[in-house]
């Protein structure tokens, strides 16, 4: 499987009159092409950072990467001059955001912001790019794609502005497409068919996605891996089914114990407690302060990851190959 996107040991900090906060604090992943993955965890976890940090939109100052490399199809972005990620961005990764309605610019028409990029970055003739924008809108699921071109963002619906919005970031043919919380602002029956388009376009064109939520409903229907993240580090890593139905770390089970499922009617257990402070964040496991299983090791060292299978990893002492030997040493004292 070719590896399209590659993240390693990154860190990105903003300075505050407060201090420093460690927003991402050594992140790894990686995406194959034409695959899913899914990077979940409650706001403030770093997840949109991290997806910023890839696209280099993270405002310098006050943010910085730090430390780490981002290679995308063979080359290191955090390489990159401005110039430089000015032609990858909207052409070979593509973003998307929460709102559709700030993402489009109300005063053009919508064939104008879905031609924009083409004429911008492709070099192609008027005529070309409305045969383009129609076959994206068609592509999406828009009606008759010919008139509708001259209108208006606001005589769209929510609904179909995310659409005109998934096109916009599709146009060029990215091979890379990120979702920052796609179907959040969107009503629940929106939400899914959103949802289902992300999939039909996966199929025609094989992007890679990486979408970015805090909502495991929304990962559960399209994600083919998930990234869990927790204080500005995964946590955990696995299959969707690895991560549903085998999770390792406490905080996974957690976050699965607090959404509502349709095969189980029990209770929603919130997670207690709040994430650390990341102006000085723990340097043993982030989640100690709110883990039902933790021991004393827990927050005095940071748990190696542990291999449960080539795609499951996990962060959390309780798998960790060190924690017999302290119990062993523990026990014959
Ligand atoms: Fe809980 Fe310790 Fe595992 Fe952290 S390392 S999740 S505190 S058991
Ligand atoms: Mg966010």
Known sequence: ?????????????????????????????????????????????????????????????????TDGRITF??????????????????????????????????????????????????????????KKAIEMMELVGIPSPEERLKQYPHQFSGGMRQRIVIAIALICKPELLIADEPTTALDVTIQAQILELFEKIQEATDVSIILITHDLGVVAKIADRIAVMYAGKIIETGTKRDIFYKPQHPYTKGLLNSVPRLDEKGKLQPIDGTP??????PVGCPFTARCPLAMEVCDKVYPNQTELSDVHQVNCWLQDERAKKLLASTVSK
């Open 1 to 65: 499987m070719e590896r399209i996107l590659e993240v390693e040991n990154l860190h990105v900090t903003f300075s505050t009159y407060g201090g420093t906060v460690r927003a991402v604090r050594g992140v790894d992943f990686y995406l194959n092409k034409g695959e899913t993955l899914a990077i979940v965890g409650e706001s403030g976890c770093g997840k949109s950072v991290t997806s910023n940090a890839i696209m280099r939109l993270i405002p310098n100052p006050p943010g910085k990467i």
């Open 276 to 281: 650390p402070d990341l102006f000085s964040p």
């Open 73 to 130: 199809k063979g080359k290191d972005l955090t390489s990159y001059t401005e110039k430089e990620m000015r032609k990858v961005r909207g052409v070979d990764i593509s973003m998307i955001f929460q709102d559709p309605m700030t993402a489009l610019n109300p005063t053009l028409t919508i064939g104008t912001q879905l031609m924009e990029g083409l004429v911008e970055h492709q070099k192609v003739s008027s005529k070309e790019a409305k």
